[in-house]
């Protein structure tokens, strides 16, 4: 006991002594990161380091044109992989008990090369999720936000916390995970869901509160072609904001900052993670789609990344695609 204790002051003087650890001290500060512990906080420092130069190395890349996007030292760059998997629960596998039809035929008018919703009113600010599973709630809710003004003109923040508490019969796990299609089906067999301020998120499973008003129904909901851009494009298109599920397990896509997105390692079949494609560009430099996360506005581009679009469906953006109909 007393030679361990001996080994971890060791360490961590070496630690101290690192030349990058004020650097690390600062970074903190700047995201606001406290440890439970110097154990957990030397931890991070050897997870910072990784991140740090994969940052350099990348962004390196990025500068003289081999690379389409930059990626930074943001909250999350002390984070090994296992605590990496806390923020990404989606249930992806589970989709196949869906109640969801599948997407009815549209017409041959062709689509716009641009859409984006966020300037049509159908867009609520970010969101941050928390260290709690339920990126799924979050697209559920966004889609659903999106169908609700589409309906009635009016741009209402739903509740996450009441599908994290709430929808566990439909298939969904809380902070442990979900998929968004269940949570179209709570939302249509519970007559509505209500609003944020009236049911507030805490970023951890809780009782189910019942008798809540609804501030938005749904009436069914659909999945799009498995795999299908071109469908996905006609959905964005001609529906609004369009819950997808990814692939985000990869450093690259944990400390993007700007710029197209696209890494040949991201799976076309890992889902882990859900979100909300809000539009999309269809640009000589590049065509892309626009996703709107929900892990603050501190990631990305202000809350927001561009996947790149037609390139063998980048991360599964169209692999798992639905969308609500209020």
Known sequence: ?????????????????????????????????????????MRGFQNWLVSRQFVMEHNIKAFTGQESFTVEMNQFADLS???????????????ANSDCKPMPSSSAEANPDSVDWRNE???TPIKDQGQ??????FSTTGSTEGAHFKKTGKLVTLSEQQLVDCS???????????????GFTYIIENDGITTES???????DGSCKSGMTAAATLSECYDVAQGSEADLETAVATVGPISVAIDAHLLSFRLYKQGIYHDR?????????????????????GNYWIVKNSWNTTWGNEGYIWMAKDKKNTCGIATAASYPVA
Do not use: I
């Open 1 to 41: 006991m007393k030679l361990f204790a001996t080994l971890a002051a060791a360490a961590s003087a070496l630690t101290l002594e690192h030349p990058n650890f004020q650097e690390f001290k600062e970074w903190q500060a700047k995201v606001s990161k406290a440890y439970q512990s110097e154990g957990h906080e």
């Open 81 to 95: 992989d296992e605590e990496w998997v806390e923020y990404n629960r989606l249930r992806n596998g589970a989709k």
């Open 168 to 182: 566990t019969k439909e298939g969904d796990h809380g902070c442990n995970g979900g998929l968004m299609d269940f």
């Open 265 to 285: 390692l991201c799976s076309s079949t890992r889902l882990d993670h859900g979100v909300l494609a809000v539009g999309y560009k269809n640009d000589p430099s």
């Open 132 to 137: 709690c599973g339920s990126c799924w709630a």
């Open 121 to 123: 009113g159908y867009v």
């Open 198 to 204: 009236a049911y507030p998120y805490k970023a951890q």
